[in-house]
């Protein structure tokens, strides 16, 4: 590989990464994890988002065990408040 093609490798490699970065960013900002979306996408590329989408970045209420948004104060589903006791 000449050094040409070596640094046409890296760059495309850097776009990809950036490009599923943001895809990855738009996907985990609706469940509040931007900046967490970003990094995955652009370190795992395609796979990673795969996995974001199944994992879906979000919480299970302890008390119904349905998945709820990571920042929510209160289960949508069981109503229970979520919030941590304050000492
Ligand atoms: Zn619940």
Known sequence: MSPN??????????VSGLVFGI???????NRGAGFTGF?????FGPIGLLIMLMIGLGKKCPFCRKKIHHQAIA????QR???PVQA
């Open 39 to 43: 990094i995955v996408g652009f370190l």
């Open 81 to 83: 408040n979520l919030l």
């Open 75 to 78: 289960c949508p589903h069981c």
């Open 5 to 14: 093609e070596a640094t046409q490798a890296i760059v495309i490699g850097l």
């Open 23 to 29: 895809i990855g960013a738009a996907v985990g900002s």
